[in-house]
């Protein structure tokens, strides 16, 4: 009886794979598994097997019925795929386009870089790079901050586990890009104009602050440069990156590195200045700038005797949420890597 099962099923077997359509597999449901099927015969014959090894050879037979069915089903599943891909491929229209593989396209904080740098290419910066792990001499020494000040708390900087420089100091993830100053001067004699654009590192990490941003910072030093030429500069960058409407305006402020030092606000592009729940009164804050203070000048090797200059520094994130009217939750996004994100720009 057991020797009959198995062979049974194995001619099944056999036969259910091979099927080559639905009605041939059908035809083999019915010899098998029909009311006079080959399977359900025997299945009735299990009555006169001796009662000790009825059990036994019951639940073989049960084990045996499920596993044709089931087969019987998979073979359907397939047969029937395959003849929905036949149909597919009649329908196939080979003078339909092509599928366009996936472009991708520049971060969109490297398409304000861009934009940005292209506006101070046009009045004569040249765009410069300097070290992201920088000594604290470029980054605040040289700037008027001594060892001390409390000022420097502003910048939550990292520092670098490494044995400080004698004259240069500890060694740190530069917190501004304010650092390419004097490392410029030193580079080259004025008449300087640069464009320092890097990444910038900062101990915040919450919805308006990200660990690494970028700045972009701008220098120029020659004869007789005023502050006249600082907010022609300002003006003709909001102009050209925010729109031929917008307005700049300079507060009084203070840096350790600019006397005077000013706060340049943009006039808000939703209301037109006139005040809205977005800005404050009319105007939104850009950045900083200055009259490049004696002292720095002369960190970098310039005469102030003989030369002036102004410098200012400003974020990338921030300008361009300012410019889109982007409204993001949580800054931090803008580095995420989320494609449903970035491919929106
Ligand atoms: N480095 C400053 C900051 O990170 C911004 C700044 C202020 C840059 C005044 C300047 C400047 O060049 O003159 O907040």
């Not at 056999?14 to 359900?40: R, V, Y």
């Not at 036994?56 to 029937?80: C, F």
């Not at 700037?143 to 001390?148: A, D, G, K, P, V």
């Not at 490049?292 to 921030?318: M, Q, T």
């Amino acid at each position: 009886m057991e020797h009959e099962l198995l062979k049974i099923k194995n001619d099944a077997s056999s036969l259910i794979i091979a099927a080559e359509d639905e009605q041939e597999l059908n035809q083999i449901k019915l010899d098998f598994l029909g009311k006079s099927g080959k399977l359900t015969q025997l299945v009735k014959e299990i009555k006169n097997v001796p009662e000790e090894r009825r059990p036994e050879i019951g639940r073989l037979a049960n084990e045996i019925l499920a596993s044709v069915e089931d087969l019987v089903e998979t073979k359907l599943n397939e047969l029937r795929g395959r003849k929905r891909a036949a149909v597919k491929k009649q329908i196939l229209d080979i003078t339909l386009p092509g599928k366009k593989p996936q472009a991708g396209h520049l971060h969109l904080i490297t398409q304000a870089i861009e934009e940005i740098s292209e506006i101070f290419e046009h009045i004569g910066f040249t765009r410069v790079r300097y070290p992201e792990v920088e000594w604290d001499w470029y980054a605040f020494g040289s700037l008027n901050f001594s060892e001390n000040h409390p000022a420097r708390d502003d910048w939550e900087t990292f520092f670098i586990d490494a044995e400080p420089d004698p004259r240069m100091g500890p060694m740190i993830l530069t917190p501004h890009t304010s650092s390419g100053q004097v490392r410029e001067m030193e580079r080259r004699k004025p008449p300087i104009k640069m464009l320092n654009i890097a990444k910038c590192y900062r101990r915040q990490s919450d919805i308006s602050h990200t660990q690494m941003f970028h700045q972009f910072e701008g220098m120029a030093i020659g004869d007789g440069v005023s502050i006249a030429d600082l907010k022609g500069t300002f003006d003709f960058f909001v102009h050209s990156y925010f729109g031929k409407n917008r307005k700049s305006r300079l507060r009084p402020f203070h840096f350790q590195f600019t006397e005077p030092s000013v706060e340049i606000d943009v006039s808000c592009g939703v209301c037109n200045g006139r005040g809205c729940r977005l800005c404050k009164g009319g105007w939104l804050e850009l950045g900083g700038g200055g009259m490049i203070h004696p002292e720095v000048l002369r960190n970098g090797g310039v005469d102030p005797k003989k030369y002036s200059g102004f410098a200012f520094g400003w974020g990338v994130e921030r300008v361009l949420m300012m410019k889109e009217g982007l409204e993001l939750d949580d800054l931090r996004i803008l580095y995420s890597n989320r494609l449903d994100f970035l491919e929106q720009f």
